[in-house]
């Protein structure tokens, strides 16, 4: 059926145009000979097409422009004729007696744009005939393009201030007066056009409406446009009269269209000054309107003229522009009862953006929209509705947006309670927004109070909600979520002990509540925050920067660490915790605390033994271990043998040879420590070397035994290197005949049958023997030193 009416409708404009063609056919033969008769005549004929009612908005505009284009050429020729003596006066009076109404006052429009140009009668008199004329179409679709066609042809005709058709001391209200009134008879018969025809079609009446309305809104552009429109004009008759035939139609879709028209063809100068009255025609509208789009749209553009300029923002504040708008909104949202969550929440989201650009300053005005905002959403639990998911999203963004700085934002009391009605997911973007805006704008947050207001707000990071199993996430955004609040962990900073001691505590209160996945993210930033603490203390000018009269010693520091990094026992993460207890203990060291930095030793040894069973996990432990215990200059005797023992002991014990071997050399260096002449046994250091060879050989004899060849001689390479280093440091145990042995040993080992070729091991010994022979062509005290070596 469909198709068949589209087939219909096309041959129907077919015919129309064929018709419409061939009378002006005729129409041009007659004015080509001057026959005034003829070309009246065959023009009525051709604009007969016109009366119509077959057509679709769409195809009555396609016959209505090429009738129009007809009427241009015959309005030339009326020119024309009135040039040659024929009396316009006559010609219009001549065009009415064309039988049918609907070319007749076409062929009156014509006439009537000649005649106003000839200036033989005034412009308004004109004008008012024609507006008035034309009440004879009452059809919708042929009176809106008629009066369209009015309309066109007199908006360079207007008697307005400066044009050459001006009048009298009222010419301005004249103008305005035809048209207002060919807007209010456009619109009229726009609304007619919904209640025409059966009830089954409203959606395709809708629709062709849709077509139609910029006949309708231009109407309001040519009003905008008039010279003598000042701003008093506008406030005591254009707006009223516009808002009256708005709010009197009774009509969604032309209520909406047209104070969107209103909004947008108005400077907006005129919109602040009358804010009052346009304000007031909004509850007066039809419940159905989409009331917010409209709004929002005037609150933009008053926006936007707030930010164009500083000058304009006393004009503003005179008129108390934040009041009224804001009581607007609540009359709104009060009178329409089931208007849904997504229009207030835009409502309130381009209030908001409005007050940030007018009144920055006012602070309690955006805490004043956002209250409104929580009591409109306080009845609606969670909100379902991602668009007004969305527009939350937007309300909470701007104020962040607009100062660029999260410590003003956390002063709007209200700003977390509008966080509580969004869902966990929107809640983990925005403080994401949140934490982004702070690390973009390097926000610094000095006090406790204020990062527990934040860690509130950023809650949706720190921990679950509503029991959402983070099982669901994409383990990818976790992590880039997690490593986000670490980010936002190390910028938190205050030169006073005391406070930054509350901002760690207060820190750590939020992120132990986070669960098992979350710690072995938070944790780390913090403790590394708790050692930067110590750290800029200990650089300090006094002597005793901590003092024991004051709350927060090194030692309170430190038992807040070791109960923080406890909290990772049940992740489990012992490797992140045991590198922990080793950094804290580093930190002991340097604060000259004993027993603290053996407790920490104490528990990262625990650690080892219970915790770590991977045996590559406890290569990398156990050389963690040597590193810092290597290190580590605040032990007295008894306590540094203990530890070097129990790490000595851990390296022999390892899974894998060539792995105990590695790290029972390591271990030698514990026992020669540079800069401290009391830790520096060479006996103990050779036992260890001597050790690691007899491992190293071990190694080769159970390849051998396995493989059928003894393997690489890389671990014998790599022992010879430790007794050169020592041999250079001065240890009178290392001396040239055991670093001779050592290479006879590499070299036979090396043209053994039994051992399998290894290039990497030839290219290391090589390079190991090269560095001898450098050492031995210095000269001097070392040359003399290496020169019985021989390579």
Known sequence: MMVDGVEDEEKWLAAGIAGLQQNAFYMHRALDS?????????????????????????????????????????????????????????????????????????????????????????????????????????????????????????????????????????????????????????????VRMQHQGPAREKDKREKERSELRDLVGKNLHVLSQIEGVDLDTYKETVLPRVLE??????????????????????????????????????????????????????????????????EVLPEFLQVEAFSKLNNAIGKVIEAQADMPILGAVTLYSSLLTFTLHVHPDRLDYADQVLGACVKKLSGEGKLEDNRATKQIVALLSAPLDKYNDIVTVLKLSNYPSVMEYVDSETNKVMAMVI?????????????????GALFELIKGLIRDLDGAAHDQVDEDD??????????????????????????????????????????????????????????????????????????????????????????????????????????????????????????????????????ISDSRAQVTAIHLIIGTLQRMHVFGVENRDTLTHKATGYSAKLLKKPDQCRAVYACSHLFWVDDQDNMKDGERVLLCLKRAL???????QMSNATRGSTGSVTLFVEILNKYLYFFEKGNTQI????????????????????????????????????????????????????EPIKV
Not at 285 to 295: E, F, G
């Open 694 to 700: 007899r491992i190293a050989n071990a190694a080769q």
């Open 245 to 310: 035939q708005v709010v009197n139609c009774k009509d969604e879709i032309a209520q909406c269209y047209l104070m969107d028209c209103i909004i947008q063809v108005f400077p907006d100068e005129y919109h602040l000054q009358t804010l009052e009255i346009l304000l007031g025609a909004f509850p007066q509208l039809q419940p159905s309107v989409d009331i917010k789009t409209v709004l929002s749209r005037l609150m933009e553009r008053l926006s936007n003229y707030a930010a164009s300029s500083t």
């Open 735 to 786: 001396n040239a005949a055991a670093i001779q042995s050592l290479i006879e040993l590499i070299t036979a080992e090396m043209q053994s049958e039994s051992n399998s070729p290894d290039p990497a091991a030839d290219a290391f010994f090589a390079s190991t023997l090269r560095y001898i022979q450098f050492q031995k062509q210095k000269g001097g005290a070392v040359g003399e030193k290496y």
């Open 34 to 190: 001057n026959n005034l008769r003829d070309a009246l005549k065959y023009s009525a004929q051709m604009l007969s097409e016109l009366r119509t009612s077959k057509l679709s908005p769409q195809k009555y505009y396609q016959l209505y422009m090429r009738a129009f284009d007809e009427l241009r050429k015959l309005e030339m020729f009326f020119k024309e004729e009135t040039r040659r003596g024929c009396s316009i006066i006559d010609l219009y009076e001549l065009v009415q007696h064309a039988g049918n109404i609907l070319p007749r006052l076409y062929l009156l429009c014509t006439v009537g744009s000649v005649y106003i140009k000839s200036k033989e009668a005034p412009a308004k008199d004109v004008l008012k005939d024609l507006v008035e004329m034309c009440r004879g179409i009452q059809h919708p679709v042929r009176g809106l393009f008629l009066r369209s066609y009015l309309s066109q042809i007199s908006r360079d005709k207007l008697p307005d201030i400066g044009s050459e058709y001006e009048g009298d001391a009222d010419t301005v209200n004249d103008a305005m007066e035809f048209v207002l009134q060919n807007f209010t008879e456009m619109n009229k018969l726009w």
């Open 478 to 611: 976790f992590k880039e979520e997690q490593n986000s609040v670490a980010r936002l962990i190390q910028m938190l900073q205050n030169d006073d002990t005391e406070e930054m001691f509350k901002i760690i505590c207060t820190v750590r209160k939020h992120i132990l509540t986070g669960g098992p996945k979350r710690l072995p993210f938070t944790v780390p930033p913090l403790v590394f925050s708790s050692l930067k603490v110590l750290v800029r203390q200990l650089q300090g000018p006094e002597e005793n920067p901590f003092g024991e009269e004051g709350s927060t010693t090194p030692k309170k520091v430190f038992q807040l660490l070791n109960q923080t990094i406890e909290t990772l026992y049940g992740v489990p993460a012992p490797e992140l915790a045991l590198r922990l207890y080793l950094q804290c203990a580093e930190a002991a060291n340097d604060s000259d605390l004993e027993p603290v930095a053996y407790e920490f030793f104490t528990q990262a040894y625990i650690l080892y033994e219970e915790e």
């Open 435 to 451: 934490i982004q805006s702070i690390m973009k704008n390097n926000t610094q947050i000095s006090t406790a109070d204020k990062v």
